[in-house]
């Protein structure tokens, strides 16, 4: 079935990064045609006169499942957060994470996000939950050492059945979790290394989040976590490493050697107040692939990707100040072609092409806040100006998942309702 956009400015992303007028046509899953007139009438035509069509965004560090936990641990220094969350974590049911999941995939479809990468236990369930909603998730099973896990068996091995069970799933990329050096010991970041790299899967992992980590580390190893790490072979172009705000330069140096990739959480690290901003300008020119993620909503209480470009655009400009750092071009690079990049897809997502992904959002282009709409500043609006309330259309390999900003193919009744008795029984427990 062929899908037609028709007179529309395309950001394309693409290596020249053209921003063109015309045309976008989808054949099933795959683009087919991007700028020009399309000859002919689509099965589907959907009028888009000076809207702006522009990839997916793509969510490199989310823990979907904490939709429901909103407002649970706000306010709270990190350490009384952490001891809530994994009191909390540790007696959630599947129906809690399976509406948690629903809802934060809502979220992001309406918000303009088309793949995420997800860190949690019981992957399954949302797996399950995310297959019913249509996006793309790059699930990623929580592995740690069994003495500090809740899970029902070995963590590590939980990982490699869940795995084996959705490998080759359509649009659910099975992969490794690493919960962070302090409570992942030598044995299971190799093991857990071994098996991503074995199965060819992503591996992600919390890194150099806090001083407090960093120090504790250094103080039991000898090594900063990022050191340590590389010299057990877990860095490397599979790899994700959430916040890593507190690094050296060698540390910088080490990551962009190992071709790795980052995902800055902005306001996650800001309401947290854990300090440290993660060096962007020094992790670019050292060839460390750098992407961005909102994490979860007890650190965010948003999975809003178009508001943390901008917040990561504006902390970076403040920090150093200096506001040539982090432009909008690289601010939507960081959220598109980088995030591809960084979970080994840069050949299906990230940019508007021939041949890949029909993975694609549609702004309203009519909207006061976009305006003036010119080929000159559409990325800077796009980046600095809009907001989910501008998203029209948004489409998943193919799939329609959000028309006329109302949500299509996918059962909402009753989720919203729920939400607010799973949050009672959440602070309850």
């Not at 740690?144 to 959705?166: A, I, V, W």
């Not at 992503?202 to 790490?229: C, I, Q």
């Not at 010299?231 to 962009?256: C, F, I, K, Q, Y």
């Not at 980052?262 to 962007?280: E, I, Q, R, Y």
Request: proline share 3%; hydrophobic share 40%; glycine share 10%.
């Amino acid at each position: 079935m062929i899908t037609v956009i028709r007179d529309a400015w395309i950001v394309t992303q693409n290596a020249d990064r053209d921003v063109i007028r015309g045309d976008l046509a989808f054949d099933g899953e795959s683009i087919l045609q991007v700028g020009g007139e399309y000859n002919g009438t689509g099965d589907v035509e959907i009028p888009a006169a000076g809207d702006i069509v522009m990839p997916g965004l793509i969510n490199t560090h989310t823990h979907v499942a904490m939709s429901t936990m909103k407002g649970v641990v706000d306010d709270l220094p990190f350490g009384e957060f952490l001891d809530k969350v994994f009191r909390i974590d540790s007696d959630r049911t599947d129906r809690d994470l399976d509406i948690g999941t629903r809802i934060g995939c809502m979220e992001m479809m309406l918000g303009g996000t088309t793949t995420f990468v997800d860190m949690y236990y019981s992957e399954d369930v949302i797996a399950e939950a995310v297959g019913q909603c249509g996006l793309r998730g790059v699930l990623c099973w929580c592995v740690l050492d069994q003495e500090h896990t809740t899970q029902s068996g070995n963590p590590m091995d939980n990982c490699r059945r869940f795995h084996d069970k959705y490998a080759g799933r359509r649009k659910i990329i099975p992969g490794v979790g690493l919960q962070g050096v302090y409570v992942c010991n030598e044995e299971t970041c190799t093991r857990a290394a071994e098996f991503s790299r074995e199965a060819e899967a992503p591996l992600t992992l919390h890194m150099s989040e806090t001083r407090g980590e960093v120090n504790e580390h250094k103080r039991k190893t000898g090594r900063r976590p990022a050191e340590w790490l590389a010299d057990l072979g877990v860095l490397g172009p599979n790899t994700v490493a959430a916040h890593s705000a507190w690094v050296t330069m060698n540390e910088v140096r080490l990551m962009g050697e190992a071709g790795m990739s980052v995902s800055t959480c902005p306001v996650s690290n800001m309401k947290l107040a854990t300090g440290g901003v993660a060096p962007v300008p020094e992790y670019m020119a050292e060839g460390v692939n750098v992407s961005i993620g909102t994490d979860g909503s007890t650190t965010n209480n948003s999975l809003d990707m178009l508001s943390e470009m901008k917040t990561l655009g504006l902390l970076q400009k403040s920090s150093r100040w200096d506001p040539t750092v982090a432009s909008a071009q690289d601010l939507l690079d960081f959220a598109t072609v980088n995030g591809a990049k960084a979970i080994g897809m840069q050949d299906l997502l990230g940019s508007l092409e021939v041949g890949k992904y029909a993975d694609l959002v549609i702004l309203d282009g009519k909207a006061p806040n976009l305006r003036p709409a010119l080929e000159e500043n559409l990325v800077a609006n796009i980046v600095y100006s809009s907001s989910p309330a501008n998203v029209k259309t948004v489409v998943c390999q193919g799939d329609m998942l959000v028309a006329d900003g109302e949500i299509v193919g996918m059962r909402t009744e009753g989720l919203l309702e729920a939400s607010e008795g799973i949050w009672r029984e959440l602070c309850r427990r």
